[in-house]
């Protein structure tokens, strides 16, 4: 599904090139639960972006569901986007003045789900994750895993293919993340979604199937629960 | 969609009430200002195009000759004219007479009734102008004498609510018939009347020099032209037959040229002597629709900036959005349309602003606009219409810049997006914003100096506590002596006096004059005075004496003349000259051969727009043109007295005609009602684009310091005293106002010395305006911008730490 070779992605500052990904090649399967891990700095986030196409790699090939990424334009990569990828994040992104239901149903706006199809899909959504109660507060009124449901939520009402999510747990206490991985787990087991995530937490990857160590932009080690 | 953008755009409103109230609010000052432009300018262009045969309406004018060829150009012309026409030009379908401005008593069963701005009109009025008639045929008005169409309103007054039609009343001993009523002539005709009397009910009462006289101006002549005929040809054809008919006779009539004014341009473009009443001035049609434009720009850079500076709080949204797969084209339409909803509801507030306003509107302009909703729809279309393209303009900017941002820097929360290139155009447009509002405050200061200037320029007399009395018939007039013997026994009275000329106002009567040796006739106006002239309006005498009571032959062998005409006559020693002149009583010419007696100093007698005439004076007697008006200067401020005291005297003389006066002080200052009433719409405006500016400038200081809160707070932490913050802001904003007024001195210098190239008489730019409007607009800016500051200073910096 993912086919990334030789990719770089440097900042030139006046005399040197810093390098935060170099010489990166990884393949990540359909029906793959990745995790990258690695310390600050290693570039997780930037490969992440680089997957989802939020950020273009400086050198190298991207090839997604054998698509070369690298000449696909704007227009094409929002249609991805759109079609394809899910993403959730640390800090939620929701929109502050929509409601839960609204932030949920968005991404069928962009997609031009008919008004009808769009209530029952989103209801859905709402049922499986518990959240009908509070379909009409707005982000600000909800639990930061409260906050994150409904981030995954809207990632996975587009029924994508891959969903990317960058330190997902990073602000939620044990509790709620262990939610929230289950509900990943279970994603990428009964619906066969991909889903790559950035984690610091060994608790975390191990909900994975594979882990990719990041070191100063290098991968040092690909998928080391391989003999399990 | 369109409902998820709309929903997001109210709820972010609500957020941000304060920016929002700013940002709809300074829109609709802009838009209700442009609405009120286009009406006063709508107004003034409509002006005598209800007519139906406007294209081939014209009025005739006449240039005449004074002699050293200067030329009078009047929009009078001779009584014989409008028939002359009617008898020798097949081409013309009709030619009218009117005569309007007329005042009289009126006997309506038994009650006497004074009513103004009488107009007496050929039978063929009704045909040139298409007033609308309530009641009557205009086939069969005027066909016959004594014969009146009234306005309604004037219908009313005079009979309540019965049917005026076949009722005779009588007009100075003259019955006439009421046979029409017509709608009242709208505020937008350059004439207007309360009545319409058939000329030839009162053709014997004209006055020879009137009647048989081919030279007299008395009369407005307008003519309805064939279609297939053009005015310049006509025009020439006229002036022609005019030449070949009185060349040898060797009239005085021989002189005069005329032209063709087409109907539509009077009001606007026409400016000579003897107007019906005061026209309009295309330069302020220009000047207002400039200023309108004006106001739409700052306001729409206003917005511009506030939308630029609020969309820094939507970066966030805009990268989620992105994210789930919005395109460009999506964000640019989403912000787009939010633009157009401020629009539009910024229209809205403006249409009830300007349905509330109104009543104030038209008693500052003197005009008669409706409400306009819903009569001027096309109109209000139209600027619905520009409201939309300012919309889209002013919101295009930061649609399209928020389009491009790149979703990994909007979502990053720490880097706020800044945008230099957006920085730097938001301070040009402010820049900019700040040089308007400088050059339209020096320019407001100007205006306003000159007015003041030329009301209170020494006029050369002393016109408080004079007041102006008219004689209103010859009867009255006859008695004027016992009037005055009557008046000048009471205390209050300090002189009294009565001229043929109206006071103030443009002086007529031209009458040929030739110095000792000279064999050349020259037309000076001359003014037929009483005695105690001098000393009831203070005039002063430069040279000579002034006339004496006591000297019996002033009267028949005496002239005063002022210092222009000294000039105009080429007397380098004036008294004890001879002047060669004539009277006229309007009905028998006689001459007066008199010696020059004395200098007036020159004294404004019309307003400052033109330069003081020649003016000759001579003492009233059986000869000269009757007297018109009394005027009488009282000693006191206690004008009560004098006025009832007055209306006292009055009535023993009057037999009835009701007492009337007004006070010379305000009909000077009448004068300069139109420029009055154009500082003050000007003024109105100024304020409001000077307004619409610090509201922007409030915004955009209260969004950076929103911005700048956290640096604030650490600042503070750090050990920054208030004064020092708000320093960092005033600074970088008080560049940006010095350098605007820099750019705005020059323009406003050129703009305001063409203005003033206007007026014959004229205040200096001394300099000091550009200061005063400079100072102005730092202070109110520096104000808002500290105020603003000085509120964030204070607050506890830990609050706004702890929300980081």
Redesign the interface.
């Known amino acids: 599904m993912i086919k990334l070779r030789n990719i770089d992605r440097y900042i030139d500052k006046r005399l040197q090139r810093n390098f935060i990904l170099k010489g990166i090649d990884l393949d990540i399967a359909e029906g793959d639960f990745v995790s990258i891990m690695g310390p600050s700095g290693a570039g997780k986030s930037t490969l992440l972006?680089i997957i989802?196409f939020?950020?273009d790699a400086n050198e190298g090939e991207y090839y997604f569901l054998d698509e070369p990424v690298h000449s696909l334009n704007?227009?094409q990569k929002?249609?991805y986007?759109?079609?394809y990828i899910g993403?959730v994040?640390q800090?939620y992104?929701?929109?502050?003045?929509?409601t839960v239901y609204?932030n949920i149903?968005?991404?069928l706006?962009?997609?031009k789900v008919k008004g009808s199809q769009r209530k029952s899909m989103v209801a859905d959504m709402l049922d499986r994750f518990n959240i009908v109660a509070k379909k009409d507060l707005f982000p600000n009124q909800l639990s930061g895993g409260q906050q994150q449901l409904v981030g995954v939520a809207?990632a996975l009402i587009?029924s994508p293919k891959l969903i990317l999510a960058d330190e997902p747990t990073g602000n939620l206490h044990s509790d709620q993340s262990k939610e929230i991985m289950e509900t990943f787990k279970k994603l990428n087991k009964e619906d066969g979604v991909t889903i790559i995530q950035v984690t610091h937490s060994d608790e975390m990857a191990s909900y994975g199937d594979r882990v990719i160590n990041l070191q100063d932009g290098a991968v040092t080690e690909n998928n080391p629960y391989e003999e399990e | 969609m369109l409902k998820n953008y709309f929903k997001i755009a109210f709820r972010s409103f609500k957020k941000n009430k304060a920016y929002s109230a700013i940002n709809i609010f300074g829109l609709a000052i802009g838009i209700t200002s442009l609405i009120f432009i286009l009406l006063f300018i709508q107004d003034e262009l409509s002006y005598d195009k209800f007519h139906e045969n406007k294209d081939r309406i014209y009025r005739v004018t006449g240039s005449y000759d004074r002699g050293e060829q200067k030329r009078v150009e009047s929009a009078l012309t001779t009584y014989q004219l409008g028939p002359q026409i009617d008898f020798q030009f097949p081409q013309v379908e009709k030619a009218v007479r009117i005569s309007p401005n007329n005042n009289s008593n009126f006997l309506i069963n038994g009650e006497n009734i004074r009513q103004e701005n009488i107009v007496f009109a050929d039978s063929g009025f009704f045909d040139v102008f298409s007033f609308p008639l309530v009641e009557g045929d205009k086939k069969h008005l005027f066909k016959v004498a004594n014969e009146a169409v009234l306005t309604q309103s004037t219908a009313q007054k005079m009979f309540g609510d019965v049917n005026p039609i076949g009722s005779v009343i009588e007009m100075d001993g003259i019955p006439i018939t009421i046979s029409g009523i017509m709608k009242d002539t709208p505020s937008n005709s350059h004439f207007s009347a309360s009545m319409i009397i058939s000329s030839e009910t009162i053709h014997d009462q004209y006055p020879s020099w009137v009647r048989d006289n081919w030279s007299g101006t008395s009369h407005y002549t307008y003519i309805l032209l064939d279609k297939n005929i053009s005015p310049e040809v006509f025009e020439q054809e006229l002036n022609k037959y005019w030449d070949s008919t009185f060349k040898e006779y060797g009239d005085l009539a021989q002189y005069a040229e005329f032209s063709l004014q087409p109907l539509s341009k009077i009001h606007l473009e026409s400016n000579l002597v003897n107007e019906i009443q005061a026209n309009g001035n295309l330069t302020y049609v220009y000047i207002f629709g400039a200023i309108g434009f004006i106001i739409v720009v700052i306001a729409a850079i206003n917005y511009m900036n506030l939308a630029t500076a609020q969309s820094l709080n939507r970066t966030k949204e805009v990268g989620i959005r992105k994210v789930l797969g919005a395109e460009k084209g999506h964000v640019k339409k989403q912000f787009l349309s939010e633009s157009l909803l401020i629009s539009t509801i910024a229209f809205v507030v403006a249409l009830i602003s300007v349905e509330i306003i109104i009543p104030f509107f038209n008693q500052i302009t003197g005009k008669n606009i409706d409400v306009i909703f819903p009569n001027d729809l096309p109109l209000i279309f139209a600027i619905f219409a520009s409201v939309l393209v300012i919309g889209l303009i002013s919101g295009g900017y930061p649609s399209f810049w928020l389009s491009r941002l790149s979703i990994i820097r909007t979502l990053k929360s720490n880097s706020l997006g800044s945008n230099r290139g957006g920085e730097l155009l938001k301070r040009g447009l402010v820049t900019l914003q700040f040089s308007i509002s400088a050059i339209v405050l020096v320019s407001t200061i100007l205006i306003s100096k000159q007015i003041q200037f030329v009301q209170n320029k020494n006029l050369g007399i002393n016109p408080e506590q004079v007041l102006v009395i008219p004689f209103q018939n010859s009867e009255i007039a006859n008695r004027f002596t016992e009037i005055k013997e009557e008046l000048i026994k009471e205390s209050w009275v300090s002189s009294v006096t009565a001229t043929n000329n109206p006071l103030p106002g443009r002086i007529t009567n031209w009458r040929p004059y030739r110095t000792n040796g000279s064999d050349e006739n020259l037309s000076v106006p001359t003014i037929v005075v009483h005695d105690d002239f001098i000393e009831t309006i203070e005039a002063e005498i430069s040279e000579g004496r002034n006339f004496s009571k006591d000297r019996i032959s002033d009267r028949t062998n005496a002239y005063l003349i002022n210092e222009a005409a000294a000039r105009f006559l080429n007397l380098t020693n004036p008294v004890g000259s001879k002047l060669v002149g004539s009277t006229f009583t309007g009905n028998e010419w006689g001459s007066k051969d008199a010696e020059i007696i004395g200098v007036v100093k020159d004294f404004h007698f019309t307003s400052l727009h033109d330069e003081i005439q020649p003016v000759v004076f001579s003492l009233s007697s059986e000869q000269t043109t009757p007297l018109n008006n009394l005027a009488v200067r009282v000693r006191s401020e206690d004008f009560e007295t004098a006025i009832s005291g007055l209306e006292r005297t009055w009535n023993t003389f009057s037999n009835g005609v009701p007492f009337e006066y007004s006070f010379l002080q305000d009909d000077i200052s009448l004068l300069y009602d139109a420029e009055k009433k154009f500082l003050q719409l000007f003024s109105i405006f100024t304020t409001l684009a000077i307004i619409i500016s610090c509201l922007g400038i409030l915004g955009l200081v209260a969004f950076a310091v929103n911005q700048k809160m956290k640096e604030i707070c650490i600042r503070k932490v750090l050990g920054a005293d208030v004064v020092d913050i708000i320093w960092s802001f005033v600074k970088s904003y008080s560049q940006l106002i010095i350098i605007s007024n820099l750019l705005a001195w020059p323009i406003a210098y050129v703009l305001m010395k063409d203005w003033l190239e206007d007026f014959a008489y004229r205040v200096p730019i001394s300099g000091l305006e550009f200061v005063i409007a400079g100072s102005i607009i730092f202070l109110i800016s520096i104000g808002t911008i500290s105020l603003v500051a000085y509120k964030a200073a204070l607050l506890n910096p830990v609050k706004s730490l702890k929300s980081e």
């Open positions: 972006n989802g939020l950020d704007e227009k929002s249609e986007h759109r079609s993403f994040f800090a992104h929701l929109i502050d003045e929509l609204e149903e968005m991404p706006l962009y997609r809207r587009g």
